[in-house]
């Protein structure tokens, strides 16, 4: 059983900066999602396995940076100039059965609990 813990959500103001941590019990593929109210998931970005591979929501593109320690196995989301419209829960996942990052939310099959992010104007 993959476990995914996040941590480091938090309510910031517009242009500030805030890294999400997602320690997991192994290495995978691993994504970053969120969900605001009344809204899908939808996929913020992925690492490989290998951490060579990055991809990004175009939303988030220069402003969000993906990254991992496989030494901890830990992937890490750090996030500058943030919005308001960056408000959401935001989930890690780990994709078990690939080495690619992949941006549909289907691929995965291992999610966290989630962490708040709340960003005030």
């Known amino acids: 059983q993959v476990q995914l813990v996040e941590s480091g959500g938090g309510l910031v103001q517009a242009g500030d900066s805030l890294r999400l941590s997602c320690a997991a019990s192994g290495r995978y593929a691993m994504g970053w999602f969120r969900q605001a109210p009344g809204k899908e998931r939808e996929f913020v970005a992925a690492?490989?396995?290998?951490?060579?591979?990055?991809y990004y929501a175009d939303s988030v593109q220069g402003r969000f940076t993906i990254s991992r320690d496989n030494a901890k196995n830990t992937v890490l989301l750090q996030m500058n100039s943030l919005k308001p419209e960056d408000t959401a829960v935001y989930y890690c996942a780990a994709d078990s059965t690939r080495n690619i990052p992949i941006t549909t939310r289907y691929a995965y099959d291992y999610w966290g609990q989630g962490t708040q992010v709340t960003v005030s104007s």
């Open positions: 690492i490989s396995w290998s951490g060579g591979g990055r």
